[in-house]
């Protein structure tokens, strides 16, 4: 696996939220499968900032699949959470944004889910 980032806080958060609400559809809710305390409460936090709903996604697979409609197009992982994501990629349908919060670039992994748009870092402006 990739290297990841080990610091996070408010400017990394209110970085992910503008380049959500420029990506994002409005209308859904983001679902977030942060295993990060802090890291969920900074995302959550600039999301809504942003007039964007967030929803917590349940590393459950059988509910976390149940949890994100055929139109959700935003999804946003830490590394804590990696598994859960590995195997609901696997079982979407459609094309869904992920953003890996933790990460520098893309990793390697990425290329198995060939429908999904990653986003990391290196995709964030910082001004």
């Not at 809710?29 to 967030?54: A, N």
Request: hydrophobic content about 40%.
């Amino acid at each position: 696996m990739e290297k990841v980032l080990e610091s996070f806080d408010k400017q990394d958060a209110a970085e992910w939220g503008k380049l959500i609400s420029d990506v994002g559809n409005k209308r859904q809710p983001i679902k977030l499968l942060i295993g990060d305390k802090t890291k969920h409460e900074f995302v959550t936090y600039s999301c809504h900032t942003h007039k964007l709903q967030t929803d917590f996604l349940s590393p459950s697979l059988n509910l976390a699949k149940s949890q994100i409609q055929p139109t959700q197009n935003v999804v946003i992982c830490d590394s804590k959470r990696y598994d859960s994501l590995f195997r609901l990629l696997t079982l979407l349908h459609h094309q869904a944004i992920v953003v890996l919060v933790d990460e520098m670039w893309t990793p390697d992994w990425c290329w198995h889910f060939r429908k999904h748009l990653f986003l990391t870092r290196q995709d964030l402006n910082f001004s």
